[in-house]
């Protein structure tokens, strides 16, 4: 039974066709394998990357030792690892694509009972959703992942054998603010750093840093889990352009 008279499927439709698309967008991109990097800039679907097929100057560890296989295949686990298991994308896929329940009351599509609750629900408490509490261990995977997407910020002002700004520079210093502003806001990452404390005067930066830097990102989560999702596919696509020749990147000095 559906209580709501207005229009409460469009959140989840418009959330599930946007999640959708970047689903799509990211298998193109993780098996295209090539056109992932030009001057130093370097998709971040592709980073670190691993395999014989890197750049040199962009290439982690021993060249070669994993093989030509898509370097996107071998990273992206952690960080699609961290973004299926968030608060806020578990809310919209079981919304958008489990209706389970698709928004505030409406019925879970799986209800048996007039009030619209499933008689054996059990949530995240057992099998399988209950592996959704390895949320935690991959924020610190994250936190990798985010500094690693920083040096490619910086890596992304080198040209030649110096220094320079193109079009593509500043697009990866804003794909690395937002990837902070994503992790730093966490739900996990809040707990971490305010969590566990009987009185924070006891642990004086931990508060600080709770407060002006982790709760306020946390309170615009669900924004920041969008603006870093459509701007790592831009710059993976920006990236895609400049190598393919579609465009050129525009150098300012
Ligand atoms: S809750 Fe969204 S990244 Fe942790």
């Known amino acids: ?10 959140q989840p439709l418009v959330t599930g066709l946007g999640l959708l698309a970047f ?10 394998g090539d056109f992932y990097f030009a001057h130093h800039y370097l998709s971040p679907f592709y980073s670190p990357c691993f395999v ?3 750049p040199p100057a962009e290439t982690w560890g021993p060249a070669g030792s994993i093989g030509t296989v898509s370097p996107a295949l071998l990273v992206l686990i952690f960080p699609m690892g961290f973004r299926v298991t968030c608060y806020y994308y578990r809310k ?8 389970s329940p698709p928004a505030c009351a409406v019925a879970d599509v799986g209800s048996t009972t007039p009030g619209g609750v499933r008689s054996r629900y059990s949530g995240e ?14 924020w610190y995977a ?13 890596e992304a002002f080198r040209f030649g054998g110096g220094w320079g700004m193109g079009l593509g520079s500043l697009i990866f210093v804003v794909n690395a603010v937002l ?8 739900h996990a990452c809040r707990h971490l750093c305010g969590g566990g404390l009987r009185k924070f005067s006891k642990a004086p ?17 669900q924004l920041f889990a969008w603006l870093s999702l459509i701007w790592i596919a831009w710059t993976d696509f920006y990236v895609y352009l400049v190598a393919t020749g579609t465009i050129h990147d525009p150098r300012f000095f």
């Open 179 to 186: 990837i902070w502003s994503y992790t730093l806001g966490c």
């Open 92 to 99: 919209t896929y079981y919304r958008s694509f489990w209706a």
């Open 1 to 10: 039974m559906i209580l709501r008279k207005d229009r409460w499927w469009l």
């Open 142 to 154: 994250a936190f990798i992942f985010a500094g690693i997407l920083t040096y490619d910020a910086v």
């Open 52 to 54: 014989s097929s890197c």
């Open 205 to 221: 930066a931990r508060y600080a840093i709770w407060r002006k830097v982790v709760t306020p990102l946390n309170a615009h989560h």
């Open 125 to 138: 408490t057992r099998f399988p959703l209950i592996w959704q509490n390895v949320h935690r261990y991959f």
């Open 23 to 32: 689903v799509v967008y990211g298998v193109w991109t993780a098996f295209r």
